[in-house]
């Protein structure tokens, strides 16, 4: 079973910086993807960003050109540098590995969230 846990989260001014980072523990047969997906107050859950096994990226439209995403070759850790930041960035950011438990069988692992705030 898959464990993660986020940090970094916390208060910045709008144009600051943040870095995001996740700790992975736990096996499992095979690992898709690692990356982090956002939710603020009254709206949807959405992909910030996603590093597949293959080392390509995912970049949601809002935050391409300002935010990169990153993880070791063990799979242990991934992180996101947040530049730029503007308010509407505003939210829990949730990190996720995509994996299968078994040749047949694939889910989705969360982390419990961490929350980013941005003031204008």
């Known amino acids: 079973q898959v464990h993660l846990v986020e940090s970094g989260g916390g208060s910045v001014q709008a144009g600051g910086s943040l870095r995001l980072s996740c700790a992975r523990s736990?096996?499992?047969?095979?690992?898709?993807?690692m990356g982090w997906y956002r939710q603020a107050p009254g709206k949807q859950r959405e992909l910030v960003a996603q590093v597949t096994a293959g080392q390509s990226t995912n970049y949601g439209d809002s935050v391409k050109g300002r935010f990169t995403i990153s993880r070791d070759n063990a799979w242990n850790t991934v992180s996101l540098q947040m530049s730029s930041l503007k308010p509407e960035d505003t939210a829990v950011y949730y990190c996720?590995?995509?994996?299968?438990?078994?040749?047949?069988?694939?889910?989705?692992?969360w982390g419990q969230g961490t929350q980013v705030t941005v003031s204008s």
């Open positions: 996720n590995v995509r994996g299968y438990s078994d040749p047949t069988r694939w889910q989705d692992y």
């Open positions: 736990g096996d499992i047969f095979r690992l898709v993807a």
